[in-house]
């Protein structure tokens, strides 16, 4: 089985910094991209940004500039850096990886339980 399991979430005020960290962990074989999602109440989950095992990474362009993903390999632990944190930032933030659990199966998405993320004043 794989467990990822995010931290690292809480109330910031507008402008603040949050770091968020997931890692994963279980029996498997390897894992591909990772990222972040996040869902706002009442709309639908959205890509925040992704980074590939080689290190390639892909953002929203409501958080370019503003987040920085990272990953250590070595630790199977993918990071979400938030800065300049907006109230439209708000939302439950989850991790993805994409794991092959055997070197004969296929990827597949595994997703963590989500932490919540509040901008106010």
């Known amino acids: 089985q794989v467990q990822l399991v995010e931290s690292g979430g809480g109330l910031v005020q507008p402008g603040g910094s949050l770091r968020l960290s997931c890692a994963g962990s279980?029996?498997?074989?390897?894992?591909?991209?990772m990222g972040w999602y996040r869902q706002a109440p009442g709309k639908q989950r959205e890509l925040v940004a992704t980074?590939?095992?080689?290190?390639?990474?892909m953002y929203a362009d409501s958080v370019k500039g503003r987040f920085t993903i990272s990953r250590d390999n070595t630790k199977n632990t993918v990071y979400l850096q938030m800065n300049s944190l907006k109230a439209e930032d708000t939302a439950v933030y989850y991790c993805n990886a994409r794991v092959r659990r055997l070197a004969t199966m296929p990827f597949s998405d595994y997703w963590g339980q989500g932490t919540q993320v509040t901008v106010s004043s």
């Open positions: 980074i590939t095992s080689g290190g390639s990474t």
């Open positions: 279980g029996r498997f074989f390897s894992i591909n991209a």
